[in-house]
């Protein structure tokens, strides 16, 4: 069973507050993702980072943000919620191969009104 | 860079009857293919991968893959499916470059009693 955990599984919020979705990792991996996925549909990588201090936007522009400060953290940040953000957003690691396969978390399914 | 087809968005199938689920692969020198399994609110969940060797492997749930190399393929096939199979299927690939697996748009296989 992976060991990636992400809070809060659900989520509706006003819109306009900030908002921090946490992702966290017990595995030592290096590479962290957030992917956004709508429901039924596919997966749009938004940002990856290979380690600490490290992060690169993805292929689908986002207005949040991310963070790598710890090996085993990886938070997403709102800053302003708009409607448009509803959606689920799922993170996921990898080991250091690019043979390795990558490790999800359960998403957290953010509904914004 | 790479890319993934997944050729079919939906296919509906009656428990019992096999099933294969079809996803290409744009060409590539080397490249490691994986399938994952998505439940409903649920993260992704590795089924099966291929990283070199025989082309044929076997996943969890019965599943297996064959790398079809000349065809630049990696279809998944169930012989037999159970209504618990109904979920959505996504199809990845990664090559020897420093960059993230590509995902396929999925294929939302439904299991009919």
């Known amino acids: 069973e992976a060991d990636i955990y992400q809070t809060p599984r659900y989520l509706v919020i006003g819109t306009g507050k900030k908002i921090t979705l946490e992702c966290s990792q017990t595995m030592g991996h290096d590479k962290m993702y957030w992917y956004q996925q709508d429901p039924g549909m596919e997966l749009h990588l938004i940002h990856y980072s290979y380690g600490v201090n490290s992060t690169e936007k993805g292929d689908l522009s986002s207005e949040s943000t991310v963070s790598r400060i710890r090996t085993e953290h990886f938070p997403l940040t709102l800053e302003s919620a708009r409607p448009s953000h509803t959606s689920q957003y799922l993170c996921?690691?990898?080991?250091?191969?690019?043979?390795?396969?990558?490790?999800f978390g359960q998403g957290t399914r953010l509904t914004v009104v | 860079a790479q890319s993934v087809t997944q050729l079919d968005s939906q296919v509906p199938v009656f428990e019992e009857a096999p099933v294969e689920l079809r996803c290409n692969y744009s060409s590539s020198v080397s490249v490691y293919l994986f399938w994952y399994v998505q439940y409903p609110n649920q993260g992704l969940q590795l089924l099966l991968k291929?990283?070199?060797?025989?082309?044929l492997v076997k996943g969890i749930n019965g599943f297996e893959a064959e790398f079809n190399k000349s065809q630049t393929s990696f279809h998944l096939r169930k012989p037999s499916v159970h209504i618990s199979d109904t979920a959505e299927y996504f199809c990845?690939?990664?090559?020897?470059?420093?960059?993230?697996?590509?995902f396929g748009k999925g294929t939302r296989l439904s299991v009919i009693a």
């Open positions: 990845a690939v990664a090559d020897s470059g420093n960059t993230p697996l590509v």
């Open positions: 996921a690691s990898s080991g250091p191969s690019m043979n390795t396969e990558a490790f």
């Open positions: 291929y990283l070199s060797g025989s082309t």
